[in-house]
T-cell receptor, first 114, second 114 residues
Framework: AQKITQTQPGMFVQEKEAVTLDCTYD???????LFWYKQPSSGEMIFLIY??????QNATEGRYSLNFQKARKSANLVISASQLGDSAMYFC???????????FGKGTRLHILP | NAGVTQTPKFRILKIGQSMTLQCTQD?????MYWYRQDPGMGLKLIYY???????DKGEVPNGYNVSRSTTEDFPLRLELAAPSQTSVYFC?????????????FGQGTRLTVV
């Protein structure tokens, strides 16, 4: 069963607008972590933000925030004031602490329009 | 620190050949991972290791083997290469920490099987 679901294969957003990338996950583990990574056209994997399952506050890192809704098992990435350099693939990932695997979703390709 | 280093960066194999993708990290991380990324897709976990001498299967282990004789190295072996193994391969490592223990990725190896 797929554990990480990203339902938006692609998105087009106007520069300077905020954008939300969706991520839902499935786990029976009580202790887990959620990650977002960015993959620009160069192919490297860039860590953006982390949310632990026991964290009560939503994580924030600069223009990135993670909208964590535990009961709905969602971990959406919000990018405020988007920039042209934000055009990339974005991956949601989860680590279940019981086995330490890190599983990725299929990704969302974000295009920022000037 | 060099971080996670993968060699080679590119390789073309003929069907039936074998090869080893090298991965080494200099951060003394216990956890290491191998992923493959098919064009336009997410990362699929092949194998992972929680420490020297310990390896475990991921989502797509068939056709691959790994070993972890040292903390630093985690080579991935392809036996009898097939066109379906054409992909970009990423190695990653992370420290043995709870909480925000993000994975650090190598630059990837682009493998083509013809």
């Amino acid at each position: 069963a797929q554990k990480i679901t990203q339902t938006q294969p692609g998105m087009f957003v106007q520069e300077k607008e905020a954008v939300t990338l969706d991520c839902t996950y499935d786990t029976s583990d009580q202790s887990y972590g959620l990650f977002w990574y960015k993959q620009p056209s160069s192919g490297e994997m860039i860590f953006l933000i982390y949310q632990g399952s026991y964290d009560e506050q939503n994580a924030t890192e600069g223009r990135y925030s993670l909208n964590f809704q535990k009961a709905r098992k969602s971990a959406n990435l919000v990018i405020s004031a988007s920039q042209l350099g934000d055009s990339a693939m974005y991956f949601c990932a989860m680590r279940e602490n019981r086995d330490d695997k890190i599983i990725f979703g299929k990704g969302t390709r974000l295009h920022i329009l000037p | 620190n060099a971080g996670v280093t993968q060699t080679p960066k590119f390789r073309i194999l003929k069907i039936g050949q074998s090869m080893t993708l090298q991965c080494t990290q200099d951060m003394n991380h216990n956890y290491m991972y191998w992923y493959r990324q098919d064009p336009g897709m997410g990362l699929k976990l092949i194998y992972y290791s929680v420490g020297a001498g310990i390896t475990d299967k991921g989502e797509v282990p068939n056709g691959y083997n790994v070993s972890r004789s040292t903390t630093e190295d985690f080579p991935l072996r392809l036996e009898l290469a097939a066109p379906s193994q054409t992909s970009v391969y990423f190695c990653a490592s992370r420290p043995q920490l709870t909480g925000e223990s993000k994975a650090f990725f190598g630059q990837g190896t682009r493998l083509t099987v013809v």
